[in-house]
């Protein structure tokens, strides 16, 4: 009953004689509608400059707890596994922008499992609009513009004082990770999502894959055991976002024996993760029962 | 019914609470054991570089880590407890309605905090630990002495949870508005609760400073009482000084507040 292809015809889609078989222009639709939806958010958001300028603030603060805890670290030892500084604060900046940007887009999505609870599901089910659109936009908060900067400050301190022989294609890796680490993140995100229709209450499940991902990418690989290293390449392909083309910019093997083109992959991983996010998204919102109440 | 009664009611009130969160609680633990694991790996790392780091050997640093998950819930670490729906009561106006009852508006929030820290550390404290006891070496006391020792320890560092939130939330009564006070309180604490790190591995004068801020009776006080690396009678001491005098502040500003309490909406 709440198949998104069962929802009534609406007249946008007759405008459009090939709506009901395009991928194509359903995912239009859904760009559209999140555009406006993000728009919006924007200008109430604006209403109150002060308070946007605070909270973006806090966001910046908070996120750079993390690496306060590095340079702490730091303070006391020249090295952790092997790894100095600036090439920690590589594989750091690259994967805290990359998750930034995914936060940013569609971090609101871990508010699905309340809606679910709450039944306020409903209300988007009957709007002729894609649901992942508006639920990604749902209460879109710039503010977490503000992780974002405090990764690329990391980022430009390690560009900086790294001594790195570049080449153009580890030039062109920095913003190939950043990019395709964003889509792997974001795969998560809508996954993460798709999972709360099954289990409601269970938000914090997603944290162990967000915020527990992007803390174990800001560490080197070296670190881990070789299992655990093991199911973030070849499970949930987490090393994809800066670990194994990390690892190529900086000259360093990566603990598993992978081919040295693997460090290109990156944006074919984010790709996959991505469709394979939508197929599970999908069962997830074909499986939802409303609470009816 | 008694006043004691009363309370204990309203504790098992706040435990009962959390308690119906059953898969919130499974994945609550999930999360903790995930973050366990992680920062696990960073210290033995840490620790292999710099061995005796802070005072700590390798297994202590290790346990460390899983009493720090254990905490989390615990002390409201990472999250906002009872001073979200108290500071929208405030706002509300809501308010005026329990100032009315006959209870302690202090002591009531204090009993439903506590039953939810004790239902927390079984909850939520407890398998993150065993998961960490199981794949890495801790350092665990033998005896049953140390692990009382370290619960004494916990609920005291409750006590000052407790009153550090109790004071944020009641700024609600001037700001009207609590996101402010609240992201700035779990900033501190996260901080200066040893969170990040242990406190002893601070440098310098940093450290100095943590160590006798009261959020160090969150984490690293029930850690080092249960490493044995802290007098328990000085600790309790220095915990139950802190909860005195901040418990004793919330009051004040709590009788400054209701003597200018303007209802809104009413």
Known sequence: MADVDERPVTGAEREDPFAEYGTYSRVRDGLRAYRMIAAMWIRSTMA???????????????????FVAILLMFSQVDELGGFTLPEIALLYGTSAVAFGLADLMIGSMDRLGRRVRDGTLDTLLVRPVPVLAQVAADKFAL???????????????????????????????????????GLIFG????????F????????????????????????????FAKDLVRGVTFVLPLAFVNWVPGLYVLGRPYPLDLPAWLAFAPPLVGVACCALAGVAWRAGLRSYRSTGS | MGTGRLYAAVAAGGFRRYATYRVATAAGVFTNTVFGFILAYTYLALWQEKPDL???????????????????????????????????????????????????????????????????????????????ALFFDLALPSGPLPWLACLVAVALGALVSFAIR???????????????????????????????????????????????????ALLQAPADVLLGEADPLGTYAFQLAWAAALLAVGRLIQSAATRKVVVQGG
């Not at chain 1, 795969?187 to 798709?194: D, R």
């Not at chain 2, 998950?69 to 405030?90: D, K, N, W």
């Open chain 1, 196 to 223: 709360q229709f099954v289990a409601q209450d269970a938000s914090e499940v997603q944290n162990a894959f967000t915020y527990g991902g992007v803390t174990l990418l800001q560490y080197p690989p070296a670190l």
């Open chain 1, 143 to 181: 503010r977490r513009l503000g992780r974002i900067t405090q990764g690329l400050f990391v980022l430009g301190y390690a560009l900086v004082t790294l001594d790195i022989a570049w080449t153009p294609a580890k030039v062109l890796m920095i913003p190939l990770m950043v990019g395709s680490g």
């Open chain 1, 48 to 66: 109150y400059r002060a308070s946007f300028a605070m909270t973006t603030f806090g966001n910046f603060a908070a996120t750079s707890f993390d």
């Open chain 2, 54 to 132: 802070g005072g700590y050997d390798q297994a202590q640093a290790l346990t460390y880590v899983w009493v720090g998950q254990a905490m989390f819930a615990v002390m409201v670490l990472g999250s906002v407890g009872f001073e979200e729906e108290l500071i929208e009561r405030i706002r509300t106006g809501d308010i005026a309605v329990d100032l009315y009852r006959p209870v302690d508006l202090q002591l009531w929030w204090l009993a439903a905090d506590m039953g939810r820290a004790l239902f927390q550390l079984l909850g939520r404290g407890l398998v993150p630990m065993l998961c960490g």
């Open chain 1, 187 to 194: 795969a998560v995100f809508v996954a993460g999502a798709a």
């Open chain 2, 166 to 216: 109790y004071i944020v939330a009641l700024w609600a009564f001037w700001l009207l508005d609590g996101a402010g006070a609240m992201q700035i309180t779990w900033l501190t604490g996260v901080f200066f609760s040893g969170m990040l790190l242990p406190l002893n591995v601070f440098p310098g004068a940093l450290g100095d400073l943590a160590r006798v801020l009261p959020w160090s």
